[in-house]
């Protein structure tokens, strides 16, 4: 990927720049609760954007797109917006950059990835922090990697129009290989905690649907917003923290619909809590149960799966995976399972038969390496 984008560099600019990447991420366990203040646990992957990068002396950014062979070319003041939508998470990390008194000029770019597209991976995250990473070293800004995080989050909220909590951006930034990090969304302080299954007898395994349902209107912003709801009616800012006593005691004065996301989220907080201790003492088995549990809340609650992952989830359990559950926002994308050793080979072999069967084409098998977030290379 290095080479193609070097080589694509010195074609468009007649120069060298400087390389810098970021990376997808997994997400054990923990899903919707970045959003409601809660508590999530996720990883970098060895999956990610690579960018080449020099400043231009001008006020403009030229930016080229190798995976789908698309050049933009874009100011930085507000207007300069650009119609693509790859291209408006670039502009969007710069504007952000800037609103906080960052100083970015003009710079050229050759970027690419090899995070797979619709996956719940995060793609988007490991572009916009490979990019927010680089203006900060390029231009020697000194702004913390907490606000490299932020600056991702706040390109989605308003340059991409979605609501997203912070989980995707602090992975990608703060990866360190061989590590999960458990991450308070609500005081932001976080934890490395060592993950190494093989070592235990499992692996972890992404298979990918290769679906993206399309829905109506906004899913995920609906969702936020039924909890938004849920916790003003009981006096806090966010979910996190409720109990089930509490939400049951306010039933009669929210949706049934409200009350159920509601559901999911505080059973989704205690879960994350119980896989952190369970890691702790080297049960994966209870790992496994949770994963489980939060894939058919994800499912019936939250109501953000789909018939294939449903099936998907179904299939590793008749086949004793020990854990498995969507990952990502929803309606889509791929399920991770955490799977023993000697079960591995059986299981992707009979989910690719039944899948393919099923819905006419085989789910994609991502194996899974916890890997460094954002970074020079």
């Known amino acids: 990927m290095k080479s193609r984008i070097s080589k694509k560099f010195q074609a468009l600019f007649n120069a060298e720049g400087e390389f810098f990447a970021s990376a ?6 923990g899903e919707h609760t970045d959003y409601n203040g809660g508590f999530v646990f996720p990883g970098a992957v060895d999956k990610g954007m690579v960018a ?13 797109a190798i995976d789908i062979d698309e050049y933009c070319e874009f100011g930085l003041n507000e207007e300069d917006a650009p119609v693509q939508s790859w291209a408006r998470y670039i502009f969007g990390v710069c504007r952000e950059i800037q609103k906080r008194g960052g100083v970015v000029t003009g710079f050229d770019t050759v970027f690419a990835g090899d995070v797979p597209l619709g996956a719940g991976m995060s793609s988007s995250a490991a572009l916009e922090s490979t990019f927010a990473y680089a203006l900060n070293e390029l231009f020697r800004l000194g702004i913390d990697k907490f606000e490299l995080a932020r600056i991702g989050q706040s390109t989605e909220h308003n340059y991409c129009g979605v609501k997203c909590g912070i989980m995707d951006q602090f992975a990608s930034v703060f990866g360190k290989a ?24 499992y ?61 999911y989220v505080i059973g989704e907080e205690r879960r994350v809590l119980d896989v952190c201790e369970a890691l702790g003492k080297g ?44 990952m990502g926002g929803g309606f889509g994308g791929c399920t991770i399972n955490l799977v023993k ?28 390496v916890i890997s460094d977030g954002a970074r020079r290379i």
């Not at 080449?52 to 080229?64: I, L, S």
């Not at 609906?222 to 039933?251: I, P």
């Open 341 to 368: 050793t000697e079960l591995y080979d059986g299981f992707i072999a009979k989910a690719k038969a039944a899948f393919a069967e099923k819905y006419g084409h085989e789910p994609v098998v991502i194996p899974v």
């Open 24 to 29: 997808g991420r997994i997400n054990l366990i």
């Open 52 to 64: 080449e990068m020099k400043p231009n002396n001008t006020d403009k950014v030229r930016a080229f």
């Open 283 to 326: 049960d994966y088995e209870t790992v496994g149960a949770r994963m489980y549990e939060t894939h058919w809340g994800m499912s019936k609650d939250y109501e953000v799966s789909c018939e294939e992952l449903d099936f998907l989830a179904t299939i590793a359990q008749e086949c004793g995976v020990t854990g498995s559950r969507i």
């Open 203 to 263: 692996k972890v395994v992404l298979l990918n649907s290769c679906v993206k349902h399309e829905l109506v209107g906004s899913p995920y912003n609906d969702r936020r917003a039924s909890c938004e709801r849920v916790a003003a009616v009981l006096g806090q800012e966010f979910l996190r923290g409720a109990t089930m006593d509490q939400l049951d005691a306010v039933k009669d004065q929210i949706s049934e619909e409200d009350y159920m996301r509601a559901r």
């Open 178 to 201: 061989g590590h999960l990090m458990r991450l308070d969304c609500r005081s932001m302080e976080f934890e490395y905690f060592p993950f190494d299954p093989e070592q235990h007898g």
